[in-house]
């Protein structure tokens, strides 16, 4: 099992190690309200439908039952957005200059029901689905008009450290591999793109598809 070196501390609820001009602020996000993550979250159409994170959390015959407005009402029980005492959340709120921005789910793996029966993930793996010590970042969203800034980079190097805080024994992600000169429309692409999980300390335990790696990081305990 390969070992993530040390990171730096999380400073309050700055991730100072990523923006030396300080106007990236990422923060759990019950410490954000629920107006500044629906702006974030904006027209995002992650499977052809605003998602709201739940498209991993809901059986399918469920997801089909669902609507925008109760995909918004589960997520904002999940994040428990405005409860800044709350002691979990599921992601985390990027701010530039105080602007929401982006957005990262994140939380233990076993939470996320369509992970389980997963092809693609579980492919050449033999381990316990229900660790909850496991967690997985599953979910990212930049707005249009701040993208191409490093954000992604930050929210997946802060993931690290939240999960890595919160007592995961290690967090792995399932990114796109991308290629210079090629572009992956944004909906593909809310899985994270794989050059942002190495520079966060990630190393790749399998490539089940000719465009999906599994990631993974595991913590000292």
């Given at each position: 099992m390969k070992k993530r070196e040390s990171t730096p501390e999380i400073?309050?609820?700055f991730f100072e190690e990523y923006?030396?001009?300080?106007?990236?602020?990422?923060?759990?996000?019950?410490?954000?309200?629920?107006?500044?993550?629906?702006?974030?979250?904006?027209?995002?159409?992650?499977?052809?439908e605003k998602c709201y994170c739940q498209r991993f959390k809901l059986p399918n015959p469920r997801w089909r039952e669902t609507d925008d407005d109760e995909r918004?009402?589960?997520l904002k029980l999940q994040t428990n957005c405005g409860n800044s005492a709350s002691t979990t959340t599921s992601g985390l709120i990027a701010f530039w200059e105080g602007?929401?921005?982006?957005?990262c789910a994140l939380e233990p793996r076993n939470v996320y029901i369509k992970l389980r029966t997963s092809?693609?993930?579980?492919a050449e793996r033999n381990e316990d689905k229900n660790d909850d010590k496991v967690w997985a970042v599953t979910c990212f969203i930049v707005r249009n008009g701040f993208r191409k800034r490093g954000i992604i980079y930050a929210l997946t190097r802060a993931a690290v450290n939240y999960a890595e805080k919160r007592g995961a024994h290690a967090l792995e992600g399932y990114p796109m591999i991308t290629e210079a000169g090629k572009d992956i429309t944004w909906g593909e692409l809310h899985v994270g793109?794989?050059?942002?999980?190495i520079a966060a300390g990630f190393h790749e335990i399998t490539e089940p598809t000719k465009r999906r790696k599994v990631m993974r990081v595991d913590f000292l305990k």
């Open positions: 400073e309050g609820s923006d030396m001009e300080k106007k990236l602020r990422i923060v759990p996000a019950n410490e954000a309200s629920w107006e500044h993550l629906e702006l974030v979250l904006g027209e995002a159409r992650c499977h052809g918004a009402f589960l602007e929401p921005v982006g957005w092809r693609v993930i579980w793109a794989h050059k942002a999980f």
